[in-house]
């Protein structure tokens, strides 16, 4: 798999009474950046700003940025070189520019930016996109940048004007954000501060918000999900079990997911959820980063590949149908061929229906940007293949294990072609068959007919629905 990386959706249409201001979010990294995009375009709705679809037309650009693994600096700026053009072709015509740096790039690197980009009117953090409105008006005086990029006390939160309107089918929600774990090479730490975690009142509130306005499907997100610790309605302290319990009581609201999670969280109660709630999809996103018990204490990560195995174990009990994705980095300091290898085989014992892998990039500031043993560049590319190629071997068998099953299959939207729907499988593939739009919203039983390396395609099955039921069984004790 590939790096997730997105455009804000945007809606171009024209309207009764045209938009005074335009705005362009471009964003890198991950779905919270995702999900940070379309809260930044909400709170900034009320000042006329409406999506447009490229800078030139903008009055405001945005550029939400991620620093998870290298050259995020490099290619921010050369996007900052382009904008530069803009912004000085649109002044030539007499319309403005709004410049802003946003994400984890803008956090970590904060007064640099403006320093080598001075043309950049606002650097704000993650914590900081409730202020947006109150910064746009401050860059519109100010002579310099205005540069938000502390972790205030107040949660963002609380500050952010709710959801609303015509919602996707699937929608993601953000319930933590932040990380104590200090993995030796992640920046997360730093850039998006200590774990927080949203009261459940305000979870299940924007859930509802976004299931009436059509969302079937919720991805709950955080940088450590499943260490979720909110305040629950009575008082007591929800972990995110108990928080899948109350979101699956919503009407209307059919699947639910969550991501990333840390095997040093996976909670008992969390575990009895993926038994006892059928609306918690099958499939489950969870980082072991190697296979190597030496190189996993080097990295921090506080367990080893027997704990992840046992883990596993427990949770395939309580959901026999649950596929497993992951996260693998190769070329750690000190990982050695015996470390990869060990990796490999972890792979093998396990078996993924998919994993992203990552070279090693050393983050500035990052206890392993400094350690000895640094892995040749050469090396990690080696290594890389190596896993991604079992990884793609992993990923094709289990796409093909679906094959002649029938499947709910959540339609999501039109397909490529004419006549074709798009949706998800339980296990997040991208199946498209032939069908009505009028589907669109609903799970249906979908036969799978043909499965290709990423998706699958199918037809709407006839006849009784031979939606796939998993047998409930009991989780052994911790
Ligand atoms: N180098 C390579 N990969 C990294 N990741 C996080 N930090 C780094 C880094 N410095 C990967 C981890 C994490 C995913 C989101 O990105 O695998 O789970
Ligand atoms: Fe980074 Fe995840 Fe480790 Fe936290 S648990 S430091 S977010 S890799």
């Known amino acids: 798999m590939t790096d997730p990386a997105a455009s804000c959706p945007t809606d171009d249409r024209p309207t009764a009474s045209a938009p005074r201001k335009r705005l362009y979010i471009q964003t890198w990294g991950c779905q919270m950046n995702v999900y940070d995009s379309g809260r930044m375009a909400d709170v900034l709705a009320p000042l006329g700003f409406a999506p447009t679809t490229t800078p030139e037309t903008a009055d405001m650009v945005i550029l939400n940025t991620c620093h998870i693994r290298e050259k995020a600096t490099e290619k921010l700026f050369s996007e900052l070189g382009r ?73 963002k939160f609380d500050q952010l004007p709710a959801v609303a309107g015509p919602q996707a089918v699937t929608a993601f929600l953000t319930v933590q954000e932040g990380c104590d774990k200090f993995c030796s090479f992640c920046v997360v730490p730093y850039t998006r501060g200590a774990e927080y975690s949203r009261p459940a009142a305000a979870v299940l509130a924007e859930a509802r918000l976004l299931v009436a306005g059509g969302a079937r499907e919720i991805t709950l997100l955080g940088q450590n999900v499943n260490a979720y610790h909110g305040e629950g309605p009575d008082g007591a302290s929800w972990g995110l079990g108990r928080l899948l319990h109350a979101l699956a009581e919503i009407p209307g609201l059919l699947r639910l ?154 339609i999501t939207g039109p397909g490529r072609h004419p006549g074709q729907i798009a949706g998800r499988s339980p296990w997040l593939q991208p199946v498209h068959l032939i069908g009505p739009l009028g589907l669109i919203g609903t799970e249906v039983p979908v036969t799978i007919l043909t499965a290709h390396p990423n998706s699958l395609s199918g037809a709407l099955a006839t006849g009784e629905g031979q939606a796939h039921v998993q047998p409930r069984q009991e989780i052994a004790p911790a």
């Open 83 to 155: 904008l530069r053009e803009t912004k000085a072709a649109r002044r030539a015509a007499g319309e403005g520019m709004v410049l802003a740096v946003a994400g984890c790039v803008a956090q970590a690197e904060g007064a640099e930016i403006t320093a080598r980009a001075p043309w950049v009117d606002l650097v704000l953090g993650p914590q900081s996109y409730h202020r947006l409105p109150e910064m746009v008006a401050r860059a519109a005086r100010a002579a310099g940048a205005v540069i938000e990029t502390e972790f205030p006390v107040e949660p």
């Open 257 to 410: 997911r969550y991501t990333t999670s840390h095997p040093r969280d996976m909670a008992d109660d969390l575990i009895a959820a993926h038994r006892d709630l059928p609306i918690v999809m099958p499939f489950l996103h969870l980082p072991v980063q190697s296979g190597s018990d030496r190189v996993l204490a080097a990295m921090n990560r506080g367990h080893t590949t027997a704990d992840f195995l046992r883990l596993l174990e427990r949770l395939r009990k309580a959901r026999p149908d649950l596929a497993l994705s992951s996260d693998f980095i190769v070329g750690h300091p000190g990982e050695t061929a015996a470390d990869h290898a060990a990796s490999l085989a972890l792979i093998r014992e396990v078996g993924f229906a998919a994993a992203y892998s990552f070279k090693y990039s050393a983050r500035p500031g990052t206890p392993a940007a400094g350690a000895p043993g640094q892995v040749a560049e050469a090396e990690k590319d080696r290594r890389l293949q190596e896993l991604q190629a079992l990884i793609r071997e992993q990923q094709a068998g289990f796409n093909a294990s679906r094959a002649g099953l029938t499947l709910p299959v959540l």
